[in-house]
């Protein structure tokens, strides 16, 4: 299994990226699929997941209202759309996957990308 994130880079505050989670060796629509982030210093965070086949959302309340996950199944990929960034985004964004999601906890997932710095300017 490889998921292999990109799309991060600089932004100003309140501008927008999107990240892209191009995943192999596992289908994305029957996997949860998630994204965390990790700040310097600080612990990895959910940011946000969605469900496999009912395509639930869920979303960590400091980004709600701003990010939208989505899926592609047909390109095997995750999309994450970040809008209204704010110097507080800033950290290494990682996609990950679990075949049946059941805690926000990193923990609980079981295949990881590389990760993709997102760093937002004040």
């Known amino acids: 299994v490889q998921l292999v994130e990109s799309g991060g880079g600089l932004v100003q505050a309140g501008g927008s990226l999107r990240l892209l989670c191009a995943a192999s060796g596992l289908a994305v629509s029957t996997y949860d699929m998630g994204w965390f982030r990790q700040a310097p210093g600080k612990e990895r965070e959910f940011v946000a997941a969605i469900t496999s086949g009912t395509s639930n959302t869920l979303y960590g309340d400091s980004v709600k209202g701003r990010f939208t996950i989505s899926r592609d199944n047909a390109k095997n990929t995750v999309d994450l759309q970040m809008n209204s960034l704010k110097p507080e985004d800033t950290a290494v964004y990682y996609c990950?996957?679990?075949?049946?999601?059941?805690?926000?906890?990193?923990?609980?997932?079981?295949?990881w990308g590389q990760g993709t710095q997102v760093t937002v300017s004040s």
């Open positions: 990950a996957a679990v075949r049946a999601i059941w805690s926000r906890d990193p923990a609980a997932f079981n295949y």
